[in-house]
Nanobody
């Protein structure tokens, strides 16, 4: 069983940056692809970014491409999401999860963390 804990969220102004972390325990992450998702109040959970087990392949939602960067440190069992040029529409709870399926939808991920809140004021 893998436990994931997200951290690094907060309240920032538009244009600011944040770096989220997703730390794992219970199992090494080095064999797993990982994903970041977000969910705003009243909306469905949406894909943000995906990184392969090696870090060699990454995928991003169009809405964050060019502003967000996903990375990982397998020695530390930690995945990161660097978020730059934040916009008010980025406001959401952000979750990390282990990739266990074949696409980039929430159903293809498991072992979700509890989430970290990101609020971007205009």
């Amino acid at each position: 069983q893998v436990q994931l804990v997200e951290s690094g969220g907060g309240l920032v102004q538009a244009g600011d940056s944040l770096r989220l972390s997703c730390a794992a325990s219970g199992r090494r992450l080095s064999s797993y692809a990982m994903g970041w998702f977000r969910q705003a109040p009243g909306k469905e959970r949406e894909f943000v970014a995906h990184i392969s087990w090696s870090g060699g392949r990454t995928y991003y939602a169009d809405s964050v491409k060019g502003r967000f960067t996903v990375s990982r440190d397998n020695a530390k069992d930690t995945v990161y999401l660097q978020m730059n040029s934040l916009k008010p529409e980025d406001t959401a709870s952000y979750y990390c999860a282990v990739g266990t399926g074949s696409d980039l939808t929430p159903r293809s991920y498991s072992y979700w963390g509890q989430g970290t809140q990101v609020t971007v004021s205009s």
